[in-house]
């Protein structure tokens, strides 16, 4: 992984793990023991996925760097579709609260993307990688 691409993980993981801590006090306060659970689970859940999601990301890139926008649609599809057969899985779950879970996965996985996308903005990354054939602003071009 590439330091702008830890730099990236970093930046969208810390704040959804503050998003989850919101999550999991706020699931306590309104329907204890169960919503705390659903919430910590939400949060580690999206976590997870976006984390290896942009992992996956990022070691494409290094290797297929020709198929990179293809590998983050495909990516970023199976992500939500993943998310959302979750949902439907842990929807009439006893032993968490299932709302305060469907909740915490929507805030935090808003906050991931909204974190991801200015902590990218801010990152400098070269476009164009200068050349290194050390030739002088005089020298004059071949033919």
């Known amino acids: 992984m590439q330091s702008n691409d830890a730099r990236i993980l970093r930046g969208a993981a810390i704040p959804t793990a503050c998003a989850g801590l919101v999550g999991v006090l706020v699931g306590a306060a309104v329907?204890?023991?169960?919503?705390?659970?659903?919430?910590?689970?939400?949060?580690?859940v999206v976590t997870a996925f976006f984390g290896l999601g942009l992992y996956a990301i990022s070691r494409?890139?290094?290797v297929w760097p020709q198929l990179l926008l293809g590998a983050g649609f495909l990516v970023y599809t199976t992500q939500v579709g993943v998310m959302l057969v979750l949902l439907l899985l842990?929807?009439?779950?006893?032993?968490?609260?299932?709302r305060v879970f469907g909740l915490t996965v929507l805030a935090c996985l808003l906050v991931w993307l909204a974190a991801q996308a200015w902590t990218h903005t801010?990152?400098?990354?070269?476009?164009?990688?200068?050349?290194?054939?050390?030739?002088?602003?005089?020298?004059?071009?071949r033919a």
């Open 60 to 62: 494409i890139g290094e």
């Open 90 to 98: 842990f929807r009439d779950a006893t032993w968490m609260d299932g």
């Open 122 to 141: 801010r990152v400098k990354q070269l476009y164009v990688e200068p050349s290194e054939s050390g030739r002088s602003a005089d020298a004059e071009p």
């Open 31 to 44: 329907a204890g023991a169960e919503g705390a659970l659903g919430a910590a689970l939400g949060t580690v």
